[in-house]
C-alpha cells in the first residue's frame, strides 16, 4: 500500500513524486518508458520560473554540468520591432535554459528515486482500481517483459501528459478550451551558435531558435493549423520558405549549417482539466494544455508539481481534508496560470500587431524596464494584467516621445494616460489586444479573475 502512485514520470510526474517522498510518503513512480530516454516532441526551454525551481530543489548545478548553456536575454523582431532584452528573474533567478528532454528528464528521476520514490519502468496502466463508491484506490496495469498488477494508494496523480489515460478513466471535464492554433516544423542545427532565444513574427508565420545540450540549436517554425494542413509534404521546403519570409538573414546561417536530426512536428489542444476527484488528481499537460508558442509546458509542469505537492502532503498529513486541499490546489493553478495562457491563445492566433500596439512596442524597446518586462511576458515573470495596465502604460509612454507620424490612437492614449482616464484607458487598450483583450477587460473592470475561469464545471 503505497501513500501516492504517480502515473507519468517526467517534467510534472518526477518532481512530484521527488517533492511528496521528500516529505517522507511512499510513492510509486510508473512510467512506460525506460530512463535514460527522449521526449521528441518536446521543444526544451524552461523559463526562469522553472530554473528557480530547479534551483530550490537541489538541480540545477546538475543541469549546468550537463553543457546546456545558459540564456539569459529572449527578443522578438516583427515588422518594425527589433527586441533582445535581458529576462526578469524569478526572486533571484533571472536566465533560462533548453536542456534534451533526455538530459532533464534523467536528472528529475534520479532526484525522484534519491529521495526514496519507487521507480517501474516499462509499465503501463490500464485501469484505476476503486471501491464501492467509485473512490480510486489504485491502478491495474501491465509491466511490458512481465505480467500485470495491481497497487493501492491513498491518491493516484496522473502525470501522464495531454491524452491522459488516468484523465479519461475518470472522465475529468475539460474547460476554458480552445482549439490546437498552431502546428510546427522544428529540427537541430549543428555549427549554429545561438546565445539566447531570438523568434521572428511576421506574415502568419512564428519561428523561434535557441542553444541545448551537445553544441545544438533548436530552430522551428509556426504555421496557424488550419494552414498548415496545406502544406506540401516536404517539411524542408515549407519551412525554410517560411523562415526566408520571417528571418532572411538567419535563414542563411541555418542553410550554411548541418541539420542534426530528423524533423518534428507537433500541436497541442488548449484546456484546463478539472484536476482532482475521490482519490485521484491531474498535474502538468494531464491537467492544463496550452499552445507551444511560448515554451511555457515544462515551467508549468515544476509550477503544477510544487503546488500539488502542498496540498497532498497538507491533505495525507491531516492539516486539512484532501478533497479542499485538492480543489484549492486546482483554483491556485489557474490563478497563477490564466494570464499567460490568454496570452499564449492571442499570441498564437499570429494576427498583425495594429499600428497603435507596435507602437507601443516599439516605445518598450527603448525602454531597458520595459523591454524586460516584455520579453517577461513570454518567460512568466511579468504578468500581462500588469504589464498591458493604464499605470504602466503611463510610465512606459512618459519615458517615449511622440514620434511624427505616431499613430492617431496612441494620441489619444497619451491624453487619456495624461488626464488619468483609467477606465477609459484600459478600455481603449482592451479593444487593441485581440483575444486577450476580453480577458484583460473583465479582470481590470472587476479587479479580479474571471471566477468561471477559475473553477471548473460540476
Not at 496502466?125 to 463508491?133: F, I, M
Not at 480510486?136 to 511490458?144: E, M, N, P, T
Not at 490612437?409 to 483583450?437: C, F, H, K, Q, Y
Request: hydrophobic share 40%; with cysteine; charged share 20%.
Amino acid at each position: 500500500m503505497y501513500d501516492v502512485i504517480v502515473v507519468g514520470a517526467r517534467c510534472a510526474g518526477s518532481p512530484t513524486a521527488m517533492l511528496l517522498a521528500r516529505e517522507g510518503f511512499k510513492v510509486l513512480l510508473l512510467d512506460r518508458a525506460a530512463f535514460p530516454s527522449d521526449s521528441p516532441v518536446s521543444t526544451h526551454l524552461v523559463h526562469p520560473p522553472g530554473i528557480r525551481r530547479l534551483r530550490d530543489w537541489g538541480l540545477l548545478d546538475e543541469l549546468h554540468a550537463s553543457g546546456c548553456p545558459p540564456i539569459r536575454e529572449y527578443g522578438l523582431k516583427t515588422g518594425s520591432v527589433d527586441l533582445m532584452a535581458p529576462l526578469p528573474p524569478d526572486e533571484d533567478v533571472d536566465l533560462a535554459y533548453a536542456p534534451r528532454r533526455v538530459v532533464l528528464d534523467q536528472i528529475l528521476v534520479n532526484a525522484a528515486v534519491q529521495a526514496g520514490a519507487e521507480l517501474r519502468e516499462n509499465v503501463s496502466v490500464q485501469e484505476l482500481v476503486t471501491d464501492q463508491h467509485g473512490t480510486v484506490i489504485g491502478v491495474r496495469g501491465q509491466a511490458r517483459d512481465g505480467g500485470p498488477f495491481t497497487e493501492h494508494a491513498r491518491l493516484v496523480i496522473g502525470a501522464d501528459g495531454t491524452r491522459s489515460k488516468v484523465a479519461r478513466l475518470v472522465d475529468a471535464p475539460i474547460y476554458n478550451t480552445r482549439p490546437a492554433l498552431l502546428s510546427s516544423w522544428w529540427t537541430y542545427w549543428d555549427g549554429l551558435p545561438v546565445d539566447n532565444v531570438p523568434t521572428w513574427r511576421d506574415n502568419h508565420r512564428y519561428a523561434f531558435a535557441w542553444p541545448t545540450n551537445d553544441g545544438l540549436t533548436l530552430v522551428g517554425v509556426a504555421w496557424r493549423t488550419d494552414v498548415f494542413k496545406r502544406l506540401a509534404g516536404d517539411p524542408s521546403a515549407s519551412y525554410f520558405s517560411a523562415l526566408g519570409e520571417v528571418a532572411p538573414e538567419f535563414v542563411e546561417r541555418v542553410r550554411a549549417s548541418t541539420q542534426a536530426e530528423r524533423w518534428l512536428t507537433g500541436s497541442v489542444p488548449n484546456f484546463f482539466r478539472r484536476s482532482s476527484g475521490p482519490g485521484w488528481a491531474l498535474v502538468g499537460d494531464a491537467s492544463y494544455s496550452r499552445d507551444p508558442c511560448t515554451a511555457s509546458g515544462i515551467t508549468e509542469a515544476f509550477r503544477g508539481a510544487e503546488y500539488l505537492a502542498e496540498a497532498v502532503r497538507d491533505g495525507l498529513s491531516g492539516r486539512r481534508q484532501l478533497a479542499e486541499a485538492l480543489v484549492a490546489y486546482e483554483r491556485r493553478r489557474n490563478t497563477t496560470s490564466l494570464p499567460y495562457y490568454e496570452y499564449t491563445c492571442d499570441f498564437a492566433a499570429l494576427r498583425p500587431y495594429p499600428a497603435d500596439v507596435v507602437a507601443i512596442i516599439e516605445a518598450a524597446t527603448r525602454s531597458p524596464k520595459h523591454a524586460s518586462d516584455l520579453v517577461g511576458l513570454f518567460g512568466q515573470t511579468a504578468s500581462p494584467v500588469d504589464f498591458f495596465g493604464s499605470a504602466n502604460m503611463r510610465e512606459l509612454l512618459a519615458d517615449s516621445a511622440r514620434g511624427p507620424a505616431e499613430p492617431w490612437r496612441l494620441s489619444v492614449l497619451r491624453w487619456m494616460l495624461a488626464r488619468r482616464l483609467d477606465p477609459l484607458t484600459n478600455r481603449l487598450i482592451a479593444n487593441r489586444l485581440g483575444e486577450l483583450g476580453p480577458f484583460l477587460k473583465t479582470v481590470w473592470g472587476s479587479g479580479r479573475l474571471p471566477e468561471a475561469s477559475l473553477t471548473p464545471p460540476g
